[in-house]
């Protein structure tokens, strides 16, 4: 069966050998470290899902493959109705709500569907045969149920100088070398979500490519710990206070931790040619990217960003509770604004994929509504801080300046930290230090700069707003009422 358990991944997990290295120091086993397990620990939730057919979970993470009609994990399926894009959207709002950080099998999906859309409409063009080794290696992955994470972002030279002028021309991932095995890679993508925890990365490229540019035109797909391929883990003060913990329980996020990712390093990778999806087709490579964006916006912003905030509501609504103040009403209105926040981004999200379309005719993918996507990421970009904002309030100075969990076990000090921070409720003080911990994660964390970067900063939607938004149709409708051209506006009226 296609659907494979989560001792399944573990056991490939424990397998893989991948060179990690954080904090200066190289990672031996990614399934034990205390940082690199919350994403082994991620990956294994999509498959218990997958497996739960009694609850939400089967019904959100199965979908029978367009291939052999095979159940598969959804991650490793395409969107080929506006259906299959509500349930996708649903998915990342269920996987957020869950875990309190990434799925990372998110940016791996949504490569997929980007490449499938785009091999298909350069065979079209070209004669090429793209499309089918992506299906071919879609086929292998569905088959095992495994793990691809994305990854397009990459370290770039100055923003300001075209890209011959960089300094080095490593900074953006490129072809060295094309021979009959394959091709031959040097380079990095940075910020890359749980790479080293998945079975293969799809590299895309980071932007539009012109011609001159042929070496950066570059997508395929690599299996984990290739030779030449090095992890570099982020190192946050989250991590260290990780691998400092007694217990996990003593964190905010206790079991899946933070979003996780690495600058994933190229030297001289060797890929072969099955696993390349473009080498040197500059006009795909913006489409590429615009197709990406097109579908991570809707999930990232729009059901992702969602989860996370139910979450830190939740953490606030219980802090009111257990300060006695419900019936306040500046508090009441607090929990009212970060509601409706969220869900006019979850509407922004549901909208965009209702009102998706295939996007390459014939080539069967669908993809979400691309304004209202833009503007579900948008939105969440400027709400989640807001939302901070306001949990912050509720939650009050102990968000940061709260003692470690660890001097409630302590005996010298056990008794002051029972007696001073049960808030006099009936509530022990363990519960309320642990939901004010989960908010410091959430509040006072990385999830603040990482909603705002994550799929791309708010300007390159606002400059997609403008790009999509119909303008001449508000200007006919505004002429029209202002009888200025077209039909007059009815005097009468
Ligand atoms: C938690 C997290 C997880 C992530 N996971 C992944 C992943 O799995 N895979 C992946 O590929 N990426 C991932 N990303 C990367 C993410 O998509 C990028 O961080 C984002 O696109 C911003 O790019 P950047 O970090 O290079 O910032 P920059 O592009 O450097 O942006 C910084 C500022 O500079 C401005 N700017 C940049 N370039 C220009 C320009 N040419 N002209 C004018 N202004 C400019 C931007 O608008 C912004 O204001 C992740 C990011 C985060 C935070």
Known sequence: MAVKTSEHYLRRARAMKPRVYMNGKRIENITEHPVTRTVVEANKASYEWAMDLQGEGGRLFRRPSHLNGEPCNLYNTLNRSADDLLQRAAAGLYAAEHLGTCIYRCVGCDAFNT????????????????????????????????????????????????????????????????????????????????????????????????????AYAVSFAVPNGEEGMTYICQYTPYSAERELAESDRELGNPRFGQRETSMVVFDNVRIPWERVFLCGETKYAGKIVTRFAQVHRMVCGGSCKVGF???????????????????????????????????????????????????????????????????????????????????????????????????????????????????GSETPAEEIMKVTKLLQNWTAGLHGVGTWHGAGPLQAQKIMVQRLADFEEMKRLAKEMAGIGGRKADPGR
């Open 115 to 214: 490449l499938a859309a785009t091999t298909f409409e350069m065979d079209r063009d070209m004669g090429t045969s793209y499309n089918a080794r992506l299906m071919a290696f879609l086929r292998h992955v569905q088959a095992e149920d495994l793990t691809v994470a994305g990854a397009m972002t990459e370290p770039r030279g100055r923003r300001d100088q075209k890209m011959e002028q960089w300094i080095d021309p490593d900074l953006s991932l490129r072809v060295v070398e094309k021979n009959d095995y394959g091709i031959v890679v040097n380079g990095a993508k940075i910020n890359i979500s749980g790479a080293y925890a998945s079975d293969w990365t799809i590299v895309l490229p980071s932007g539009a490519r012109r011609p001159g540019e042929e």
């Open 309 to 423: 905030g139910k979450v830190m509501i939740g953490a606030a609504r219980l802090i009111q509770e257990f300060k006695g103040l419900d019936k306040v009403p500046h508090v009441n209105e607090q929990m009212t604004e970060m509601v409706t926040l969220l869900e006019t981004v979850r509407a922004c999200s549901k909208v965009a994929a209702i009102e998706g379309r295939e996007v390459v005719p014939g080539s069967g993918i669908h993809f979400p509504d691309d304004l209202l996507g833009n503007v579900a990421k948008l939105n969440i970009g400027n709400a989640f801080w807001r939302i901070m904002a306001l949990a912050g309030d509720i939650g009050g100075g102990l968000i940061v300046t709260m003692p470690s969990l660890k001097d409630l076990k302590n005996p010298e000090t056990r008794e002051y930290v029972e007696k001073y921070l049960g808030f």
